[in-house]
């Protein structure tokens, strides 16, 4: 995987986490590049495609920051309501006659085929 990828996918986690939080300052061009030994064209390139997908904004002059948005939910909350959602098809297939090994196959069958 190149290693712009890899660094977006990074940069990705940190605010879905929740360790980047909306506001927050990211580092410099250079002193990102210079930290991660890589060409600061690269950081540019992150940036630029960070930016496009609206989960940064730039502004020139002053860094570029967490774009402040009311409607990405962090991977938390993403883990949370997916729980929930998995509970309510354990009841339900629990109250239809499934153990739970059954449901298991279920779930990993269902994996593979997405």
């Known amino acids: ?20 939080k ?31 997908e609206g989960l ?9 920051f967490i774009a402040i948005t009311k409607d990405r939910p962090t991977k938390k909350d993403l883990l949370k309501k997916g729980q929930s959602q998995f509970k309510s098809v354990i009841v339900q297939l629990t109250e239809r006659g499934l153990d739970q090994k059954e449901i298991r196959r279920l779930f990993e069958a269902s994996l593979r085929e997405t």
């Open 22 to 52: 909306q506001g927050d300052q990211l580092p410099s061009i250079r002193a990102l590049a210079e930290s991660l030994v890589v060409n600061p064209n690269t950081i540019v390139r992150i940036y630029r495609e960070l930016e496009q």
């Open 56 to 64: 940064i904004v730039v502004s020139h002059g002053l860094g570029a």
């Open 1 to 20: 995987m190149p290693i712009y990828k890899q660094l977006k996918d990074q940069v990705l986690h940190l605010v879905e986490t929740g360790v980047l």
